[in-house]
């Protein structure tokens, strides 16, 4: 069985538990996940026996000739959902409710108004399937971790006290896109000095500040993300730049030692902030662990003291990334992905985490 085929029996088995007899899918990311072809403008309907892309003039072409053979490629309309209801007698048909807007949702009842369907909210089916990577998967993750390690060693040979922290996010972006990339993971961060206690800062249009220089980027490889933050030192570290870069990093360590299989999520994060804490900073590390990545920058697992009893799977990826944030002085944060495997763990990032001054 190929891989979009056991993705489809994977769907499917979630419908039947849930008793759906349809879904409808209208977001890019499962859109490209379950069918291969990527339609931001398209939709898919998927029953038990039958699924359908649905791509209008601008993409037929291209969804002949990449989406699954399991599916059959359609013109909007081609079948009507009308058509799609009656023959695959569907009478509970799932919508992504994290995903649909109120008036797409109010549009398809309207359309199937009469024909006795039940809309249902599908929630979380999609983002547990993903949370669970296959090898080629995770092949397409690390492909694109190793395009942002490539920039990484790029800025380090570039940066100069002239750069400015909006040049230093274009730097990165254009490194990656000359290497393969197909578009930034998310918006760059690159900031400096202050700014750097802003964990989701914005680069603004200054020359970079002495301290530190946060810089949390990745690249997308077959619509696959990676995610890494690095933070170096512009001029000389002092000894409190140094202890806190040291914190951060000693957290991170900590954690990603302590990650197996059958893990807690929640002790991951609670190994890194007790050391974070009991280092005098407490109350400074104020965002979660990490997430899970994938299709999407944030996907499933959380890896927050929130998590429950929830553990670590073999097959999931989630980031490690620890912070300390002083507000008005200064802030630092060092991320890496890491893959669950039977019994262990591997690091995807391969990238130095030493203090780097320049
Ligand atoms: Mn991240």
Known sequence: MNAMDARLNALRQKMSEMNLDA????????????SGFDNPDGHLVITKEKAYVFADFRYIEAAKAEASSSFEVCLPNKPTLNEIVRDGGVKNFGYEDRRMTCASLAGLKKTLDGMGV??????GI????????????????????????GAFAHILKVINYDM????????????????????????????????????????????LEKGF?????????????SDMTRTIVIGKADADITKLYNTVLEAQCAAIDAITEGAKNADMDKIARDIIDNAGYRGCFGHSLGHGVGLEIHEQPGVSGGMGDA????????????????????????????????????????????????
């Open 118 to 123: 039940e809309f249902c909210p599908i929630g």
């Open 213 to 225: 220089l946060t810089m949390d980027y990745g690249a997308v490889v077959n619509g696959y993300h």
């Open 23 to 34: 879904i409808y899918v209208n977001s890019a990311e499962n859109h490209l996940y379950m």
């Open 126 to 149: 999609f983002t547990e399937i993903r949370s669970y990577k296959t090898d080629d998967e995770v092949e397409s993750i690390i492909a694109a971790q190793r395009i942002a390690e």
């Open 311 to 358: 553990t670590l799977k073999v097959g999931q990826i989630i980031t490690v990334e620890p912070g300390i944030y002083i507000e008005g002085k200064y802030g630092c944060r060092i991320e890496d992905m890491v893959l669950i495997t039977k019994g262990g763990k591997q690091n995807l990032t391969d990238c130095p985490k030493e203090l780097i001054e320049v």
């Open 164 to 207: 400015t922290e909006t040049e230093v996010a274009a730097e990165l972006e254009y490194y990656m896109k000359k290497h393969g990339s197909e578009k930034p993971s998310f918006d760059t961060i690159a900031v400096s000095g202050t700014a750097s206690a802003r964990p989701h800062g914005v680069p603004r249009p200054v020359k």
